[in-house]
């Protein structure tokens, strides 16, 4: 790093990295939808997701081990990390490719799933003993009517199922539960390490899934190849280190907001790349929804701070 960058990171200015960081983040998990989308054409859903969550981590086990990364010491909390792998890798994952399988679109499910925030604020906040203001509540009624808008424009327009719109609520109540379970048993561990069990447990999981109940039959393709290759490079590992970049960078709230462009741009891949529709009405729900996002977490933000 240049003398000029090191002295904007001591005075707290951005520097070039925190200023592409974010826009790289957007980008590469947005368009995570679509290439799961795309790889779903060569291989069932669970089949799809076992084989990236073993090249996953059979790149992750190594690496681990040649940086020296550290095990937690504790065996109950390798058990909490993979524990809580299992939820938000393999049920999470497995629930959203099952979405897409049954018909989803790509925008509608990350617009589902883009309601974890507030999920996590209004419904199970008050489990936890916060107070849940009237303005979140709001945002909470908004982010759904928006969702209930757009899948409803969806179905409509023949783009997406029912049952696709089940799965995904299940990606969604999985998701929230994930995190809330590894925010209360094992909040801070080696992400490199921690990942590699994560991945590990998770891919023998989706595997004895996938065993069990499909044919386990790949149709490569060049298409398929690039999807594969997108999601466990791109998705899994870079995406996943700029987001631990930005926290690290102490950018939590603006890492926040970044979860409110997802659903849209999720949407605008999927409108360039499969040619998904994107009505007038669809961005209206969008917007809503977003609006409905902000206004919970902007409560959350202010509260941290």
């Known amino acids: 790093m240049t003398e000029a960058g090191v002295a904007m990171q001591r005075d707290g200015s951005l520097t070039m990295a925190d200023r592409v960081a974010p826009v ?10 679509v290439a799961a989308k795309v790889g779903l054409e060569g291989a069932e859903p669970l089949t799809f997701l076992a084989l990236r969550f073993a090249i996953v981590s059979a790149l992750l086990v190594p690496a681990a081990l040649l940086l020296g990364s550290r095990l937690p010491r504790d065996p109950r909390l390798i058990l909490h990390v993979a524990m809580a792998g299992l939820i938000m890798q393999a049920i999470y994952f497995g629930s959203s490719y099952m979405a897409f399988d049954a018909g989803g679109s790509a925008g509608g499910v990350a617009l589902v799933l883009g309601m974890q925030p507030i999920v996590t604020a209004c419904i199970v906040g008050p489990f936890l003993g916060e107070r849940v203001s009237r303005r979140q509540w709001i945002g909470l009624a908004l982010g759904f009517a928006g969702v209930i808008l757009v899948l409803a424009e969806k179905l ?9 719109i089940v799965w995904s609520f299940a990606a969604l109540v999985a998701i929230t539960f994930g995190t809330l379970y590894q925010k209360r048993f094992c909040p801070s561990f080696d992400l490199l390490a921690g990942g590699a069990i994560q991945f590990t447990f998770a891919a023998l999981a989706v595997g004895i899934l996938a065993f069990m109940l499909e044919d386990m039959a790949v149709r490569w393709s060049q298409p398929f190849a690039w999807s594969l290759a997108y999601l466990v490079l791109v998705n899994s590992i870079v995406a996943i280190g700029l987001l631990s970049f930005m926290i690290r960078r102490g950018e939590a709230s603006r890492v926040t ?4 462009l997802v659903p849209p741009g999720a949407a605008l ?9 994107l009505t007038p009405a669809g961005l209206l ?14 409560r959350a933000a202010a509260r941290a701070r």
């Open 285 to 298: 729900g969008m917007a809503i929804a977003a609006i409905g996002v902000m206004l919970v977490m902007r």
């Open 156 to 164: 409509s327009a023949g783009v997406g199922t029912p049952a696709g």
């Open 24 to 33: 790289l983040f957007l980008i590469f998990w947005s368009s995570g939808f």
């Open 257 to 260: 907001a970044l979860f409110f």
């Open 269 to 277: 891949v999927a409108w360039l790349v499969l040619d998904e529709t």
